[in-house]
């Protein structure tokens, strides 16, 4: 697909098809290949007109009689597949079909969008949209596109693929305010043929693209997506999202509390996650983001350094930083006396750095703290505070010398250097004329969105070094088991110690005796449980009787739930009789299968946790230890698994491994599995045992 | 304060004392001056130059023989007081001082200060800064400022008050790109004199202002600040705030829990929650907000229709609208069945709505969509997604004409309506001249911070409604107790049983009989606390037995708490015995005194969650029963208290009305009361017990 996307970007010759006076559309694709200089030919065809835009038209393609690389399609919706038709009879391999009224309307649509599919499949061609408006190669000055494009098209390292028309005339005009330079902008439409992914992998592949910039409705093809993703990432170049909307996660999870819990945005950000897609959210946050992980690449750390004119907004970034999980860490004691000869002696050396307000005398003095503070070795990235100016001074000459040198500086300096500007104002055009004169870099527009893109880089350039394939789990036999069919625990629990997870012991008991001989065995106090496959939720029954200290509590509680489980239809069912442990931590750890993303692990901490706080983290499986610890440092509760208080602190490594041995054996079970939930999972300093689990079928 | 600075603020004449070509902030003010076009006259001042700014200066202000209002001082720091006795001999009354170098370098700094604070009370004198950049009036085109103003000036009703010099060019600009008229701006500098609180008491009364927008470093005069906020409610003035930084909460707090969960930026947000003030956490949110506050007034409820031309659009508004808490409710079947009639086929009638691409071909269909949703009863406010042109067509006519009947239809809305652009880009020449032509209104800079203005004006709308002026509590007698000292349990026990306030029965027991008569009388299972003054956290020492089911454990438990008191220093102690209780839901209450604010509650669930989840909600006292329904509203737990998963649902009305008057209590044991804390205080259903208590006295 690469090959023919090569060559659906890159035509030498356009023919507007369906081009009419009339339409917004038509004006606005033959002015924008007029206005951003296409260098290749406009055709315009319209069977009934004879000049259209003020200029000549053809009656159809095949009377344009000259070659066509590229048909753009703005024909009625039923009209389109005959346009296919004479183009592909004509050689025509490439079209952007703007038409609506197909899948997007229904059924009636969704045929007419599926012949024309099969008509391109059949004869070779690639079909953009339907229901796009086109695409933008903005290095390569080719502007097949319905809407306005703002001039100037600022040809540069992001590449934008939108799931919708209306929001790229504001991506364009924002990244244009930013001055931030795109490689190709494509509006999907129906994704009919070519798909986000599709495009995607062509950036993945574009030398002039370095950073990929997404706006997803839904992620149409997660496997595939999951396969450019992680190919970006080995190539270097970020994938930067807004992904909006909810869809619902299929309801058969509702078996488990797991499925409550699983929201299916937390699912996308699971995925995100693990193929190193960078979540933003907002329209402003993926430019910004996406101009700084081009402009700057990766950030190494976490520490930065702030040198900035202004004591207040030293402490916005200061507040910010800790927000985005930034440090800024004492300046080392050689920065600090080198800093001490620098700013004026009512200035306080600090990180961050305030050189006060004098830079209105002395204009050197915040680059040449610039140049200090980026030496420091104790950080991993400059933060500068610098607006480039709106205005042209009378005589520009001192402007832009000092940006030239502030320039220099930045481009000598060991460590990255973001600058931040203090607002989100446009970038003017003097503003750019500064930073094309002197090389002065990219500004991240505004203290707000600035810190959230340092955040962003920060966490891309850690994400990425953590991306990994992920081999295909082998998939063990299954054990037997009927549609729909729900485990009762001490099945679920023998296949978890099966596999090498470890459980509480407990001894099944058809009458009162057994219960009391395990109860002996085990030492009071047990606990006795309701055991019938097609249970759920055992409390809900009462069947779960805890702290049992005698023999006669233990047969009473027996023949108890026993009656209970009759009442419900379960005549031939036992108890079970575990001993009962005090103290430790409870958690919760749960699997279910999300139609897209395949099984997903949630980790929490159980019992009134799980059910009031929802204090949950979601990954994809499998997950490794790390990536379990990782989770679990992200609860709200993580304070009691690390010794809160004096209680004792859980061994997190054990821990991790039986969490993520856990998601092992969910992988292997393989597609019949609807469910698996451990829950409570006890940790007490390094004993880590099931002590119920429910596990689901399909 | 008030007259004074409206003297200080309207000069008549200015003069620029210590001006001098070789000071930017000289220059600056002299030009702002002049290209802002103060209508007055202009006086330079320097002893050793003739020409300055290429006019003629005078030597001192005694050399300017004509009447000044105003001297704007750059001198340096120790000829500043100098200045003041040569005006004050001259009649002039008002100064602006720039010079830095005061209370903000040190002790020798704040003395010079000092100095020139008496002085000018002495003399009557009214003086903004020191370290300040002035201000600017401009509505009055009156600009003594140090700091470049960049052209246009817009008048307008946003009065921002600055406690940082560097950040007033930002907000100048950023209001400008948003096309934000501002009444007065002022740099505070050190407050030595007029304050923060004074320049907001003056835009209270100001009718050109209509909102104020403060930037806050720290809150200087909290009793003030409380006082003028009130004043701003009652006039219908909303204060938005931008406060950053943390400053520590003293630490004698440690003693109760709830001194660990005061944060002090929570104290703040508790401050300005009492007080009617918007809190905003970026410089662009602070404009934004303030702007669609001048602008929309209040949105007296929740539900929002939105009309939009984009899918996209529609749904990044519907993930932030429900992130603001704000309900996009479905249209009435009227409103669907017109606008089914005004929007193409294949668009969807819903709310958002997207009225779809084709206002490239129809560019009245988003106006008509736009007259049909304000018309739709179940709304409160409308939000219109448009934006303002950004280059002039080559004949605009047509622009200004859709814009035109745009406006037309939002003033004759029944409902408010927002209009939001889709990215915070600048508002061009051309929009803002589309503005002032066709009085379109206020646009919203982006869906991001326009979604987050819009949730600000519907929350400060609630908000001033429940504003209420707090009569200073009626002290009771404080009970006899020596500094610093913490009673023990059964002490403060009595204290909150005396006030109406429910606790646990208890007895206490000074040997094993006294004991288990007790818990005989109670019945079993029973607790057993240490019961001495100077006790803190009493399980610390093994000092609370729970669950005692017999006389044994009983007098078992008598003794070795006996034990363990004696061990600490407690000979003659004795122990408390009351009934357990079982079940019901344990919250924490605690009061501590904050030294800016006074004594403040904090709500939350006790036992583990307040330790590890810190799941509190915080009020500044008194409180309304119907505030802490709120507060406890917040909490995360909060479906705890309602009932989930089965539980007994707790009476929130007799909970409240309890927590209420805990607070109530505190505030009239007057400020020797240093912390109060009931932990937990049980509630099962309608009956509310505190089960423990501790108060510490200062």
């Given at each position: 697909m690469t090959r023919s996307l090569r060559e659906l970007f890159r035509p030498s010759s356009i023919a507007l098809v369906g081009a009419t006076d009339k339409s917004g559309w038509s004006l606005s694709a033959f002015q924008n290949l007029r206005d951003h200089e296409f260098a290749g030919k406009v055709y315009l065809v319209n069977p009934r007109t004879e000049v259209v835009h003020g200029e000549t038209a053809h009656r159809s393609l095949s009377g344009i009689g000259e070659p066509v690389d590229l048909a753009f399609v703005m024909v009625p919706t039923t009209a389109v597949l005959s346009v296919l038709r004479e183009g592909a009879g004509l050689g025509i391999r490439n079209y952007v079909v703007l038409t609506a009224g197909f899948g997007e309307t229904g059924p009636a649509g969704k045929r007419l969008e599926d012949e024309i599919v099969a008509f391109a499949v059949e004869h070779g061609l690639t079909v953009l949209g339907p229901n796009g408006n086109g695409y933008i190669n903005a290095a390569g000055r080719t502007t097949p596109y319905g809407l306005p494009i703002p001039a100037p098209l600022l040809p540069g390292p992001v590449g934008v693929v939108l799931q919708s028309g209306a929001l790229a005339s504001s991506v364009l005009s924002f990244a244009q305010a930013r001055n931030v330079g795109l490689s190709l902008l494509t509006s999907m439409g129906n994704e009919a043929m070519v798909s986000v992914t599709d495009v995607m992998s062509y950036l993945v592949d574009d030398p002039g693209t370095r950073v990929i910039a997404l706006f997803l409705e839904s992620v149409r093809h997660p496997a595939e997506f999951a396969r450019v993703c992680l190919r970006a990432a080995r190539a270097g170049k970020p994938v930067v999202a807004l992904k909006i909307g909810t869809s619902a996660l299929a309801s058969h999870t509702a078996q488990a509390h797991t499925g409550a819990l699983v929201g299916d945005d937390r699912v996308i950000d699971a995925a995100f996650r693990r193929f190193g897609v960078l979540r933003v959210h907002s329209l402003e946050d993926l430019i910004i983001t996406a101009g700084l992980l081009a402009s700057v690449g990766r950030i190494d750390g976490r520490r930065l350094g702030v040198v900035t004119p202004s004591g207040g907004a030293s402490e916005i970034i200061a507040d910010r930083a800790e927000q985005e999980g930034l440090e800024l860490p004492a300046f080392a004691p050689d920065t600090v006396a080198r800093l001490t000869g620098i700013v004026p002696g009512f200035a306080t050396v600090q990180n961050p750095l305030d050189v006060t307000g004098y830079v209105v005398v002395d204009r050197t003095l915040l680059g040449r703290a610039l140049e200090v503070v980026a030496e420091d070795p104790g950080i991993d990235a400059v933060l500068l505070l610098n607006d480039l100016p709106r205005v042209a001074p009378a005589d520009p000459s001192v402007t832009l010398q000092i940006a030239g040198a502030t320039a220099e500086r930045i481009r000598r300096s060991r460590v990255p250097v973001v600058v931040v500007s203090n607002v989100l104002t446009d970038i003017t055009e003097f503003g750019r004329h500064v930073q094309a004169q002197t090389g002065f870099p990219y500004v991240a527009g505004g203290i707000e969105h600035g810190m959230t893109a340092i955040g962003n880089v920060v966490r891309w350039s850690e994400a990425v070094r953590q991306v990994r394939d992920v081999a295909p789990a082998a998939v063990v036999e299954p054990p037997a088991a009927g549609p729909g069919e729900v485990w009762a625990e001490h099945r679920a629990a023998g296949l978890l110690a099966g596999h090498g997870i470890p459980v509480v012991p407990a001894e099944l008991a058809a009458g009162e005796a057994e219960a009391v001989a395990a109860a002996e065995r085990f030492g009071y106090p047990v606990v006795l449980k309701a055991a019938a496959d097609g249970l759920g939720h055992k409390s809900d029954i009462g069947g779960v009787r805890l702290g049992l200290t005698g023999p006669d509590e233990v047969r009473a509680a027996h023949r108890e739930v026993l009656a209970a489980l009759r009442d419900r239809g379960h005549p031939d069912a036992a108890t079970l009789v575990q001993p009962q442990r005090r103290g430790g931590v409870e958690l919760l750890v749960g699997v279910v299968r999300d139609p897209a993303w395949g099984p997903a692990m949630a980790i929490g901490l159980g019992g009134v946790w799980v059910e009031a706080l929802r204090d949950t983290a979601l990954r994809l499986l499998p997950v490794t230890p790390d990536d379990v610890r990782a989770a679990l440092a992200e609860?709200?509760?993580?304070g009691l698994l690390t010794g809160a208080r004096g209680a004792e602190p859980a061994d997190l490594g054990r821990l991790s491994e039986v969490i993520a041995r856990i998601g092992e054996l969910a992988v292997e079970l393989g597609p019949r599995l609807t469910a698996l939930e451990v829950n409570p999972l006890l940790v007490t300093g390094s004993r880590v045992e099931a002590l119920d689990a429910l596990i689901t079928w399909s």
């Open positions: 609860l709200r509760g993580y």
